[in-house]
């Protein structure tokens, strides 16, 4: 069974500070990697898609990468502002398109 | 890309009162769509997979039950909570499967529903 983790569950950090979130899974057997941004209570917001033949993607100020072999991934945020306060979700696609969602990192970017 | 329109986006209900969420694909046929919740805190958990004019499948410990799955069409899945209690209150999401989609495409989800049972 597919396990997605991430790591830190929860982040502080000034305004303008790079930071980076990790997430791990356990079966290497993926489509591919998304990213995805969930403000409170409300819905998800696709950020990345790392097709499985990929090692990275990027858009804007945020940067992903992908490590299938080892069961890894990192989101790089650069120049972080206070609108990226969220919680930043990983998860990774199997069969039928079914994805297995990571534990979350909750962002706060302080002024 | 794919837009999915779920609604109602909230919904309070008493104790012992059912309660439908409706998810529709507006510009693909999905043969399959994903129901998922997502408790207080916690990540999503896929709760069940919704198939075009057949039974849905279930996830382990997901009483079928209890949350009555239709997709009738290709482009509506509907979950039903029946007689919905306060442990049910949890944040309902839908996303699309197969059928029009590869799976090397991004995700696409529903606006998602709370539910609070009262």
């Known amino acids: 069974k597919q396990e997605v983790t991430q790591i830190p569950a929860a982040l502080s950090v000034p305004e303008g500070e790079n930071l980076v979130l990790n997430c791990s899974f356990t079966?290497?057997?993926?489509?591919?990697l998304q990213w995805f941004r969930q403000d409170p209570g409300k819905g998800l917001t696709s950020l990345l898609l790392?097709?499985?033949?990929?090692r990275e993607q990027t858009s804007g100020r945020l940067n992903a990468s992908l490590d299938k072999s080892s069961g890894r991934s990192t989101l790089y945020i650069a120049a972080s502002q206070p609108g990226d306060s969220a919680t930043y979700l990983c998860?990774?696609?199997?069969?039928?398109?079914?994805?297995?969602f990571g534990t979350g990192t909750q962002l706060k970017v302080e002024l | 890309g794919a837009v999915v329109s779920q609604h109602p986006s909230w919904v309070i209900c008493k104790s012992g009162t059912s309660v439908k969420i409706e998810c529709r694909s507006l510009?693909?046929?999905?043969?399959?769509m994903f129901w998922y919740r997502q408790f207080p805190k916690q990540s999503l958990m896929l709760m069940a997979t919704?198939?075009?004019?057949?039974?849905?499948?279930?996830e382990q410990g997901v009483e079928k039950d209890k949350f009555l799955i239709n997709h009738a069409s290709l482009t509506l899945s509907t979950l039903t909570v029946t007689s919905a209690h306060p442990e049910d209150s949890s944040f309902y999401i839908c996303?699309?499967?197969?059928?029009?989609?590869?799976?090397?495409?991004?995700?696409?989800f529903g606006q998602g529903t709370r539910l609070t049972v009262v």
């Open positions: 998860a990774v696609t199997g069969g039928g398109n079914k994805l297995t």
């Open positions: 079966d290497s057997a993926i489509y591919n």
């Open positions: 790392i097709q499985s033949s990929q």
């Open positions: 510009d693909f046929q999905a043969t399959t």
């Open positions: 919704s198939n075009e004019g057949s039974k849905a499948t279930y």
């Open positions: 996303s699309l499967g197969e059928g029009g989609l590869s799976v090397n495409t991004e995700a696409f």
